[in-house]
């Protein structure tokens, strides 16, 4: 049974799968062995528990086909955090006693499997059976006497799956268990609705802390220490480092550039003659091919400049390089559509399908339909009686009716077989096609402003330092470091600047962080483990590079294995020292029977904001969330100032003058539950998350595969 050949058509599971696996059959027996060993490579621990370099690149090839956009950097970042948080959580279950059992496995394997999407392990109802697929499991293990490399490529697919499916497993008991009895309740979501919905209109002054401490009550330093020692129990102590970081950037040479030059010119030549842009493309360039037609406002500027004067099928466009970023398209197709349509609709939905209101199954859902739209091919004026007697569709009090849908704004999930925005359509014309939601008869009630749509094949490609480019920088790098090795920290970062590196100064760093402050590199993490190594001492320097070539040279700085984090300390302090001598002051002179915002405004030198609208459920005020602020507004009375109020970014006095509610009370709260529910959940296990990371001994050893 050629199972390669049946997966084939699903591009996704090639690649996180298959490409991965023929590896083996391509290589020659030295780089094999470098191969297995590099993939049994441990480059990491949680707890004490392994971290391979092949889990690692299974999660990382994973991401990187679902986000295609992003750089390798954060996808390798992001794979290592996936790893980090499957093995905290599945050390949290095994610890609970949560267990994965055989029926659990056979479960997963049945709904969750790459085998649950190949045909022909599937039933006619679309499932899969079972027996099919241990017949085919029982086949496989009787061929390890004739190892072909098809064979041993589906065997390696086979361990993947049954390595990977019990964590995955543990992972989702564990947290389905501490996400049982999470739920909002529908009071909160009635007062969540309200909130939404509640407004207030005022008038107020603002002061930021700043402005107050700098003129009207300067905090001395002497007076946060003296609080800071009669309250110490208040404060924790914190284990941080100082780093500090000067970058070589990799930059492509000018002889690079020419060499790309030529190269692109090469390309240019070959894509305008041939006939198979969607292989040129995908092998040369670094988007995939989009096969999608476009109206030109939703083309980029320069090529809607181009197909206005160019929009013959096979003009070429380019090659334009926008820095180091060549760029060539090519218009490989061209159709007239309507721009928007006018749709009815009958929907048959059955068990399968989202949404879906009653048990029918999938076969007899598409039986119906069919009968229903050979019903309405022949008889169209039946259409409107077939909606109210037979679509499941909610809207079909209002006779199916979909609106007017634009076809830039489609719905990817209501995109079907049927293509309603062809100008090959009429008005009254009815199509047949299936969505997640069911199967539609659908009819085109009207159509408007038909207008072209392009597809065109593009071509880009990044100019990157050449060897020789990158071994000039690493010498550089190493000579660099050579003169600095002994140096203090500001002549170090001095010496930099004089030669026009970038650096960073002096980056205050937590052992939990994942990401440093304007760093933003896949190393971070990296990084931090080094700075807090047992055997690191003040002045250390060490050199990272970058999967871009680039090179960052990092100073610690300062170790603080236990102290105070004064600045964080006294950010938040100053306003609570500032509201004390507040108090003592407005005591005096603004007496609360004499309070008038005109007054206060007039004492310091500030315009009063007026009608001011404001919302309870979003709470910003200044550009900041001030919830304390916005839950005076709705509990003081009308048209009297407040006494003071200590805000988050600053001092307030409010004037409320309005509150109203917009809200129409709804039928139901059922989507005010499930987004807070999501929200709740989300937040739990952010939080989980962080904790159980926080918590635990996490050893990082990317930098040496």
Same mark, same amino acid.
Request: aromatic share 14%; no cysteine.
């Given at each position: 049974?050629?199972?390669?050949? +049946? ?12 490409? @991965? ?59 290592? +955090? ?49 027996? +099919? ?58 007062? =969540?609705?309200?909130? +939404? ?14 402005? @107050? ?56 030549? &070959? ?86 209101? !009653?048990?029918?199954?999938?076969? #007899? ?93 593009? @071509? ?6 050449? #060897? *020789? ?15 600095? &090795? !002994?140096?203090?920290? =500001? ?33 971070? &993490? ?15 320097? !060490? ?17 603080? =294995? ?54 309870? /459920? ?13 839950? /005076? ?30 809200? *129409? ?41």
């Amino acid at each position: 049974m050629s199972f390669l050949e +049946k997966i084939r058509k699903n591009t996704w599971l090639i690649f996180l799968f298959i490409s @991965i696996s023929l590896i083996f059959f391509i290589l020659d027996p030295n780089i094999l062995m470098k191969f297995i060993t590099k993939n049994s490579t441990i480059i990491g621990k949680v707890n004490g528990d392994n971290i391979f370099s092949k889990e690692y690149l299974d999660y990382f090839q994973f991401l990187k086909r679902f986000r295609e956009n992003e750089a390798d950097h954060y996808l390798k970042n992001d794979a290592w +955090k996936l790893l980090v948080h499957e093995k905290v959580l599945n050390q949290q279950a095994k610890k609970l006693g949560i267990q994965s059992t055989k029926k659990d496995f056979w479960k997963a394997i049945e709904n969750q499997s790459i085998y649950s999407k190949i045909i022909d392990f599937q039933d006619e109802k679309g499932k899969m059976d079972m027996e +099919k697929f241990r017949l085919y499991l029982k086949n496989l293990e009787k061929s390890s006497s004739n190892l072909t490399p098809q064979i041993e490529a589906e065997k390696n697919i086979w361990y993947y799956e049954k390595n990977n499916i019990p964590k995955r497993i543990l992972a989702k008991k564990y947290v389905e268990m501490l996400m049982y009895g999470l739920n909002t309740s529908f009071m909160e979501a009635q007062l =969540n609705y309200r909130d +939404k919905n509640l407004f207030s209109i005022i008038d107020y002054v603002f002061i930021p802390y700043s402005e @107050i401490e700098k003129k009207y009550y300067k905090i001395k330093s002497h007076e946060i220490y003296d609080y800071i020692n009669k309250n110490k129990f208040l404060y924790k102590k914190e284990n941080l480092r100082n780093l500090s970081f000067v970058f070589f950037r990799s930059y492509p040479s000018l002889d690079d550039e020419k060499n790309m030059d030529i190269e692109i010119k090469k390309l240019f030549n &070959k894509f305008k003659f041939s006939n198979y842009n969607s292989t040129i493309v995908s092998n040369q360039s670094e988007k995939p091919f989009d096969e999608n037609f476009y109206l030109k406002k939703n083309l980029p500027i320069v090529l809607q400049h181009f197909v206005e004067k160019q929009n013959k099928v096979g003009s070429m466009f380019g090659p334009i390089k926008d820095n180091n970023i060549y760029i060539m398209a090519k218009l490989t197709g061209k159709k007239m559509v309507y721009n928007s349509v006018l749709l009815s609709h009958i929907l048959i939905s059955h068990k399968e399908a989202i949404r879906y209101s !009653n048990n029918r199954s999938k076969k #007899k859902a598409k039986k119906i339909a069919k009968m229903i739209y050979d019903i309405v091919v022949k008889n169209p004026d039946k259409f409107n009686s077939l909606i109210m007697e037979k679509s499941d569709d909610f809207i079909k009090k209002n006779k199916g009716n979909l609106g007017w849908i634009k076809y830039e704004e489609q719905n990817e999930s209501f995109k079907g077989s049927f293509d309603f925005f062809s100008s090959k359509n009429k008005k009254g014309t009815i199509g047949f096609t299936e969505t997640k939601f069911g199967y539609h008869i659908i009819r085109i009630d009207e159509i408007k402003d038909i207008k072209p749509t392009y597809q065109l094949a593009i @071509i880009i490609k990044t100019l990157n330092p050449s #060897k *020789k480019t990158e071994e000039i920088l690493y010498q550089k790098v190493v000579q660099f470091m050579k003169e600095n &090795k !002994n140096s203090d920290l =500001n002549t170090f970062i001095n010496n930099a600047r004089k030669k026009r590196y970038e650096t960073i100064f002096l980056k205050e760093i937590k052992n939990y962080q994942w990401n440093i402050n304007d760093l933003n590199t896949e190393l971070d &993490k990296e990084i931090i483990n080094w700075s807090y190594e047992q055997n690191r001492k003040e002045g250390d320097i !060490n050199i990272f590079s970058t999967s871009n070539k680039d090179y960052i040279i990092v100073f610690l700085s300062k170790i603080q =294995n236990k102290g105070f984090p004064i600045e964080e300390i006294k950010n938040n302090l100053i306003p609570f020292l500032i509201k004390k001598k507040m108090d003592h002051y407005i005591s005096n002179v603004i007496k609360n029977k004499h309070r008038n915002l005109e007054k206060i405004a007039s004492h310091f030198s500030k315009k009063i904001k007026k009608s001011y609208k404001i919302n309870f /459920y979003q709470s910003m005020i200044e550009g900041y969330k001030e919830p304390k602020v916005i839950g /005076y507004t709705f509990s003081s009375k009308l048209h009297e100032t407040s006494k003071p109020i200590l805000g988050e970014k600053g001092l307030f006095f409010i004037r409320p003058l309005k509150r109203f509610n917009i809200s *129409k009370k709804p039928s139901y709260f059922y989507p005010e539950i499930e987004s807070l529910n999501g929200d709740l959940r989300k937040h739990v296990l952010e939080k989980l998350g962080n904790v159980l990371i926080e918590k635990s001994e996490i050893k990082d050893y990317r930098k040496n595969i």
